[in-house]
């Protein structure tokens, strides 16, 4: 396709230039011709009015000299009077006018085509008594003509066909150059999405142009992208059956319990209900996370938001850890400024907060302290959650939002996890363009953040 276009393209051209090219010649030659005459004439007549015979006859020669025009006077019965014979040395003159006579008289005092070649002119000299003297008449061919114009024709296609086989091979080059790094680029893409992602599309580069330098990057980025995710999938895949196992045997394990032993003992049977009703429960919680993460990021469940007020939320928020406060010594700081608004979806920004300040309660050290602060600073409102715990690898900062998943349970945690609370947080963050991050030191403990837009109090409607 390339090359054909490429070939039509470079036949247009050429045809067009050439012969719009010859046409103009001979359209301007044919103008020339015209004009030539038409100042010939003017002269010419204007020495007659005022001149000695021997002037006049001077005008007549420099009249033909000047622009290049013939200049002949024919007498009535169709002689020729100027120049005579010998006087233009060379031209083989004809003497005898009188089969153009006609013409002559026919056309008097207009220039017009006496043949497809030749422009004329003629006037009619009288004397006193009104009878003809002789008659003016003048001639010049066109520069181009017919035969020159029949031949420049011919050249043109003969330069043409030669052209346009020199042009045929070098487009056929061209766009071969063109064309093959895209083809092998679209057979690699198609090997992609049989789900190969080991392919490297740099290779195409290597003797590419820029702009398929640029695609063989972008699609190696994609494959990278595509391969990450294809991972991720796999990861989750494995990680969920494998969390959805654990409950159930539990739940398997305490039914066949109550059934076989301790159906008879209402205090043993309390207890293995209750671990059934516990092995349960995290199976709902693991199932709607996973429903809530797939609807956010499908956009089914939408950003709905709201101007409201984020200090209360927060302390809400905060205030249901209140049994760990009271049961197990957890001790929260909090620095939180009155009254910061936002506009935000309400309940997906309290799911954010409650699964930061969740796994900062998880995470923390021994000293249970967890310190969660809101204030306005430049413009942002800043949120922190901040716990003393083992902290977060450098390596691992980025691939924890990330993660679909985490299985590995390294400690009994008090807040249930179910391992995809960080990415809830993300996606929900991101939904609202909001900018979020976390600071972490191994064995000091980590920071998580959120700068929520600030908005004026004097607009809220809460
Ligand atoms: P979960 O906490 O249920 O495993 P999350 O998505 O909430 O799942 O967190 C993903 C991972 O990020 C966790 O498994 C943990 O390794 C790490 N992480 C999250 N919060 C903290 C924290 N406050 N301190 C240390 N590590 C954390």
């Known amino acids: ?139 010049d061919n066109v520069y181009m003509d017919k035969s020159a114009f029949v031949s420049m024709i011919f050249q043109t296609v003969y330069i043409s066909s030669v052209m ?18 895209i083809t092998d680029l679209t057979e690699k893409a198609k090997k992609m999405g049989y789900g190969n992602f080991s392919i490297n599309f740099k290779e195409e580069s290597a003797s590419g142009y820029s702009e398929i330098v640029e695609l063989s990057e972008t699609l190696n980025y994609a494959e990278n992208e595509l391969s990450k995710a294809d991972q991720m999938q796999k990861e989750l895949i494995a990680n969920v059956s494998h969390d959805f196992k654990t409950p159930l045997t539990m739940i398997k394990a305490y039914a066949s319990m109550i059934q076989e032993i301790s159906g008879d003992n209402p205090e043993k049977r309390a207890k293995h209900t209750q671990v059934i009703i516990d092995e349960s429960d995290r199976l709902a919680s693991l199932v709607n996370d996973l429903l809530d993460l797939s609807k956010i990021r499908a956009g089914i469940d939408a950003v709905k938001p709201v101007l409201f007020n984020l200090s209360d939320c927060l302390r809400t928020v905060v205030d249901r850890f209140d049994y760990l406060r009271e049961t197990a010594g957890y001790r929260f700081n909090l620095d939180v400024a009155d009254d ?22 998880n995470y923390t050290g021994d000293d249970k302290t967890i310190t969660v602060r809101l204030y306005n600073e430049n413009g942002l409102q800043h949120f922190s959650v901040q716990d003393t715990g083992k902290g977060i690898a450098p390596e691992e900062l980025d691939s924890i939002w990330e993660r679909y998943y985490r299985s590995t349970e390294t400690h009994k945690r008090p807040v249930k996890g179910t391992g995809l609370g960080l990415s809830i947080v993300k996606t929900i963050l991101d939904k609202h363009g909001f900018a979020f991050g976390v600071r972490s030191e191994v064995d000091k403990g980590s920071t998580f953040y959120i700068d929520f837009p600030a908005h004026n109090v004097a607009e809220l409607s809460d």
């Open 1 to 139: 396709m390339l090359w054909l276009s490429f070939f039509a393209f470079t036949v247009l051209v050429i045809f067009a230039c050439e012969f719009s090219q010859i046409l103009l010649l001979r359209q301007m030659s044919k103008k020339e011709a015209y004009s030539n005459i038409d100042k010939a004439r003017k002269d010419i007549l204007q020495s007659y009015d005022k001149s000695s015979l021997s002037e006049f006859i001077g005008s007549l020669i420099h009249a033909a000299d000047s622009y290049g025009v013939n200049v002949r006077l024919i007498g009535k019965d169709g002689a020729l009077l100027f120049p005579t014979a010998g006087m233009e040395e060379g031209e083989n003159l004809s003497a005898d006018y009188s089969g153009e006579l006609t013409q002559i008289t026919g056309n008097l005092n207009s220039i017009y085509q006496a043949n497809s070649d030749t422009f004329a002119y003629s006037y009619e000299f009288k004397d006193e008594n009104g009878n003809t003297i002789c008659y003016l008449y003048i001639t």
């Open 164 to 181: 346009l086989i020199v042009l045929t091979v070098v487009s056929g080059a061209l766009s071969m150059y063109i064309s093959r790094p």
């Open 340 to 361: 910061l608004y936002v506009e935000a979806d309400k309940s997906k920004i309290s799911q954010v907060l409650y699964n930061l300040i969740g796994n900062a309660v």
